[in-house]
């Protein structure tokens, strides 16, 4: 069983651009009802009709936009060179193929000049181990696409063990969130005929009961969505009957974020129970077990979740302090109950400790093998993988044997066997694949190319000092031996949210087209994300959200503080949640910076919970309808905060049409805005890409290019004060 976080939230970094806006924009005779409870209306938002992500009126918009940052940006005469060398990394040859284990061979998804929609293939261990593995194509993503005339996006499979060889394979038109499922067989390499397939594009997913039988949570039609757009519940849905006639086993409520069944495996591909969720929040759950056609609810905090099975236990994780059984279990602990009995009595089992944290430690995924459990696990935002297994009545673990100081995930890890890989990488150094089949230690099986000169090239951390006095952590990866009088160009970084932690990773295209050409990159490790745990980011939620954005600023100023950048060469970039983490800045400190990347952003947010899947992420932000917590979001939305009089760094926002998770509206209504003001920005709208920001590795490299253009015609070239 491998592990899967109900937390998880998908984000993508971008980089950074500018473009000189005149005339406003009108907004006479454009419609919307206004949500009510104090949320802004068309009457005081004339850019509300451009949260209709494919109006006619709002693609002309958009058209337009483009014309100008593409010609402003594509004419520079070091574009084509940055794209090339961009796209030369993404399509390169000798990049690791990164594999998933099943039982019939290692899978691989590749991309490449020949390929941008992607080959599902596989090969065998004994040929992956070699410098050309002989893949086998499974299936042909552009084919098929070309044949429906679809721009498909592969989005994974869900197959059915322990064979695996039947599976419902996910499609994405244009990289949306919501996708179509259709039923793969791999060994005859071919959609079943007549099998199962869902045809209507929705969030939502499937897991196998047996070969006949899916368990389903989809958009069922009216009454089966929650307000954030996702499935509330589960069916059971047997082959050769229609999908709507597929009975109910479980219903959540309509104001729940999302809720479903799912089933409680082990390695073997064995179901002990069928379990359900509600998630109340985003952050928070509440879990069943169906016992006797009965759903009985788990007595475990909204802020633990069951983790897996490993040696007859099945294993809590939680992100709160547990107070059961006369015992405190502490936050991020990992516990475990004997699993039959657990099966007799979910909630009289008794619990005893895998796992607690030390001081800055926290988990960082995980993976279930045949035979033992391996947790990532954080040190002080430094890597490390710990192996644990049952002996003797005890648990017991090990560290497992990888290199020191360096970002150390696991990769793939097999059901049946012990087979396992690991990556270790920093932000110099290319990544490296390990192997280990179980018996013997971790050794190198591949590694990837240096796609830039590192020589002259060094990694600093430091600390700055947030507004309430808290230490915050950043990475610089600056030319060693730099002058430190203020006259790097610097791109810092930062998410800071939804507990995610952002860690030293090779820095590959921003390596060639920004540090091999004299600029510095700067990673900030913030409160909200998840570098040391759950307490790290809760202290940065909702009415504390401000913090991240106090401690952003703080690291921008203290790079000034210390000589290493000015003002004038300091850009800053995020996407998603970093990119209202980029907004919060230029519209709090605009003095403090001249480049901004707001990479497919949240931008207004007094109505995101009313675009794209805004009202899933209330638990990090608050709700706008509520006064009291409408004020936390007024304190820093920087959609309302972009006001006449302030001269603003000029923002780079870009966004992709077929984004439905944060959606386009928020970069465009950023962008109006700017444009009502006459403040000078950049717009880019790919059609396609999603959430992602990009479907193949040629849009990849023009948004890179893009984006590296701009920021050194802000922070490099001497008429923008660089």
């Given at each position: 069983?491998?592990?899967?976080?109900?937390?998880?939230?998908?984000?993508?970094?971008a980089?950074?651009?500018?473009?000189?806006?005149?005339?406003?924009?009108?907004?006479?005779?454009?419609?919307?009802e206004?949500?009510?409870?104090?949320?802004?209306?068309?009457?005081?938002?004339?850019?509300?009709?451009?949260?209709?992500?494919?109006?006619?009126?709002?693609?002309?918009?958009?058209?337009?936009?483009?014309?100008?940052?593409?010609?402003?940006?594509?004419?520079?005469?070091?574009?084509?060179?940055?794209?090339?060398?961009?796209?030369?990394?993404y399509?390169?040859?000798?990049?690791i193929?990164?594999?998933?284990?099943?039982?019939?061979?290692?899978?691989?998804?590749?991309?490449?000049?020949?390929?941008?929609?992607?080959?599902?293939?596989?090969?065998?261990?004994?040929?992956?181990?070699?410098?050309?593995?002989?893949?086998?194509?499974?299936?042909?993503?552009?084919?098929?696409?070309?044949?429906?005339?679809?721009?498909?996006?592969?989005?994974?499979?869900?197959?059915?063990?322990p064979?695996?060889?039947?599976?419902?394979?996910?499609?994405?038109?244009?990289?949306?969130?919501?996708?179509?499922?259709?039923?793969?067989?791999?060994?005859?390499?071919?959609?079943?005929e007549?099998?199962?397939?869902?045809?209507?594009?929705?969030?939502?997913?499937?897991?196998?009961?047996?070969?006949?039988?899916?368990?389903?949570?989809?958009?069922?039609?009216?009454?089966?969505?929650?307000?954030?757009?996702?499935?509330?519940?589960?069916?059971?849905?047997?082959?050769?009957?229609?999908?709507?006639?597929?009975?109910?086993?479980?219903?959540?409520?309509?104001?729940?974020?999302?809720?479903?069944?799912?089933?409680?495996?082990?390695?073997?591909?064995?179901?002990?129970?069928?379990?359900?969720?509600?998630?109340?929040?985003?952050?928070?759950?509440?879990?069943?077990?169906?016992?006797?056609?009965?759903?009985?609810?788990?007595?475990?905090?909204k802020?633990?979740?069951?983790?897996?099975?490993v040696?007859?236990?099945?294993?809590?994780?939680?992100?709160?302090?547990?107070?059961?059984?006369?015992?405190?279990?502490?936050?991020?602990?990992?516990?475990?109950?004997?699993?039959?009995?657990?099966?007799?009595?979910?909630?009289?089992?008794?619990?005893?400790?895998?796992?607690?944290?030390?001081?800055?430690?926290?988990?960082?995924?995980?993976?279930?093998?045949?035979?033992?459990?391996?947790?990532?696990?954080?040190?002080?935002?430094?890597?490390?993988?710990?192996?644990?297994?049952?002996?003797?009545?005890?648990?017991?673990?090990?560290?497992v044997?990888?290199?020191?100081?360096?970002?150390?995930?696991?990769?793939?890890?097999?059901?049946?066997?012990?087979?396992?890989?690991?990556?270790?990488?920093?932000?110099?150094?290319?990544?490296?694949?390990?192997?280990?089949?179980?018996?013997?230690?971790?050794?190198?099986?591949?590694?990837?190319?240096?796609?830039?000169?590192?020589?002259?090239?060094?990694?600093?951390q430091?600390?700055?000092?947030?507004?309430?006095?808290?230490?915050?952590?950043?990475?610089?990866?600056?030319?060693?031996?730099?002058?430190?009088?203020?006259?790097?160009?610097?791109?810092?970084?930062?998410?800071?949210?939804?507990?995610?932690?952002?860690?030293?990773?090779?820095?590959?295209?921003?390596?060639?087209?920004?540090?091999?050409?004299?600029?510095?990159?700067?990673?900030?490790?913030?409160?909200?994300?998840?570098?040391?745990?759950?307490?790290?980011?809760?202290?940065?939620?909702?009415?504390?959200?401000?913090?991240?954005?106090?401690?952003?600023?703080?690291?921008?100023?203290?790079?000034?503080?210390?000589?290493?950048?000015?003002?004038?060469?300091?850009?800053?970039?995020?996407?998603?949640?970093?990119?209202?983490?980029?907004?919060?800045?230029i519209?709090?400190?605009p003095?403090?910076?001249?480049?901004?990347?707001?990479?497919?952003?949240?931008?207004?947010?007094?109505?995101?919970?009313?675009?794209?899947?805004?009202?899933?992420?209330?638990?990090?932000?608050?709700?706008?309808?509520i006064?009291?917590?409408?004020?936390?979001?007024?304190?820093?939305?920087?959609?309302?905060?972009?006001?006449?009089?302030?001269?603003?760094?000029?923002?780079?926002?870009?966004?992709?049409?077929?984004?439905?998770?944060?959606?386009?509206a928020?970069?465009?209504?950023?962008a109006?805005?700017?444009?009502?003001?006459?403040?000078?920005?950049?717009?880019?709208?790919?059609m396609?890409?999603?959430?992602?920001?990009?479907?193949?590795?040629?849009?990849?490299?023009?948004?890179?290019?893009?984006?590296?253009?701009?920021?050194?015609?802000?922070?490099?070239?001497?008429?923008?004060?660089?």
């Amino acid at each position: 069983m491998k592990l899967v976080s109900t937390k998880a939230i998908s984000w993508a970094l971008a980089a950074a651009m500018t473009v000189t806006a005149t005339s406003g924009l009108s907004a006479d005779d454009h419609k919307a009802e206004a949500p009510a409870d104090g949320v802004p209306g068309p009457e005081q938002d004339p850019y509300i009709w451009l949260e209709e992500a494919r109006s006619d009126e709002a693609l002309e918009w958009v058209e337009n936009e483009n014309k100008l940052t593409l010609a402003a940006l594509e004419t520079d005469p070091r574009f084509e060179q940055l794209k090339s060398e961009a796209l030369a990394i993404y399509d390169s040859e000798d990049r690791i193929p990164y594999v998933s284990f099943r039982p019939d061979g290692l899978y691989n998804f590749w991309q490449d000049r020949e390929n941008p929609k992607g080959l599902l293939r596989r090969t065998t261990l004994e040929s992956y181990q070699t410098d050309e593995p002989e893949w086998e194509t499974i299936l042909d993503v552009d084919a098929l696409a070309a044949t429906e005339g679809k721009e498909w996006v592969y989005k994974g499979s869900t197959c059915l063990p322990p064979a695996r060889n039947l599976c419902m394979i996910a499609l994405s038109d244009g990289g949306e969130d919501a996708t179509i499922m259709r039923e793969f067989d791999t060994s005859t390499k071919s959609f079943v005929e007549g099998g199962f397939a869902i045809e209507e594009k929705s969030q939502g997913g499937v897991s196998w009961i047996d070969e006949n039988t899916l368990l389903v949570g989809r958009d069922f039609g009216e009454g089966t969505l929650t307000e954030s757009e996702y499935p509330f519940t589960s069916r059971i849905w047997v082959r050769g009957t229609a999908l709507a006639d597929a009975s109910e086993v479980f219903r959540g409520q309509a104001d729940d974020v999302w809720a479903g069944a799912s089933l409680l495996r082990d390695n073997s591909g064995t179901i002990h129970a069928m379990t359900a969720f509600r998630g109340v929040s985003f952050h928070e759950s509440e879990y069943f077990v169906s016992i006797d056609d009965d759903w009985i609810k788990l007595d475990i905090p909204k802020k633990a979740n069951p983790y897996g099975i490993v040696d007859g236990h099945l294993l809590y994780s939680t992100d709160v302090d547990w107070e059961t059984d006369g015992q405190t279990f502490p936050a991020d602990s990992l516990i475990a109950v004997n699993l039959e009995e657990w099966k007799a009595d979910p909630n009289g089992a008794k619990k005893t400790l895998v796992w607690a944290p030390a001081e800055r430690q926290t988990k960082r995924g995980g993976a279930i093998t045949g035979n033992a459990l391996f947790v990532g696990m954080l040190d002080n935002v430094v890597g490390k993988v710990l192996q644990f297994n049952f002996v003797d009545g005890a648990w017991v673990s090990e560290q497992v044997d990888l290199p020191d100081n360096a970002t150390v995930g696991i990769a793939a890890s097999s059901d049946e066997t012990d087979q396992i890989m690991f990556t270790v990488t920093d932000f110099l150094n290319p990544t490296t694949l390990y192997y280990s089949d179980g018996t013997s230690a971790p050794t190198v099986l591949k590694t990837s190319p240096s796609y830039f000169e590192k020589a002259g090239m060094e990694v600093e951390q430091h600390e700055a000092t947030s507004a309430d006095g808290t230490k915050i952590p950043y990475f610089i990866v600056k030319p060693q031996g730099m002058e430190m009088d203020g006259s790097t160009a610097t791109l810092m970084s930062g998410y800071g949210g939804f507990q995610i932690p952002r860690l030293p990773g090779y820095l590959g295209s921003t390596g060639k087209l920004w540090l091999e050409r004299g600029g510095a990159y700067v990673l900030a490790n913030l409160r909200g994300g998840g570098e040391f745990g759950p307490n790290w980011h809760q202290t940065a939620i909702r009415e504390n959200k401000q913090r991240t954005w106090d401690d952003f600023i703080a690291v921008g100023q203290d790079l000034v503080d210390r000589g290493f950048t000015s003002p004038e060469h300091l850009g800053i970039q995020g996407g998603s949640q970093g990119g209202l983490l980029v907004g919060t800045a230029i519209t709090q400190r605009p003095d403090l910076f001249n480049a901004a990347i707001v990479a497919i952003p949240l931008f207004d947010m007094l109505r995101y919970h009313v675009i794209g899947r805004g009202a899933s992420w209330i638990g990090e932000y608050g709700d706008p309808r509520i006064e009291e917590q409408r004020k936390w979001i007024e304190g820093y939305s920087p959609y309302q905060k972009i006001t006449e009089g302030v001269d603003y760094p000029t923002p780079f926002l870009w966004a992709s049409t077929a984004d439905d998770r944060t959606h386009p509206a928020h970069a465009r209504k950023g962008a109006a805005k700017l444009k009502e003001l006459g403040q000078p920005y950049y717009y880019f709208e790919d059609m396609t890409g999603g959430h992602s920001g990009g479907v193949d590795n040629e849009q990849r490299a023009k948004l890179q290019a893009l984006q590296y253009i701009y920021l050194m015609q802000q922070l490099m070239d001497e008429k923008n004060g660089g």
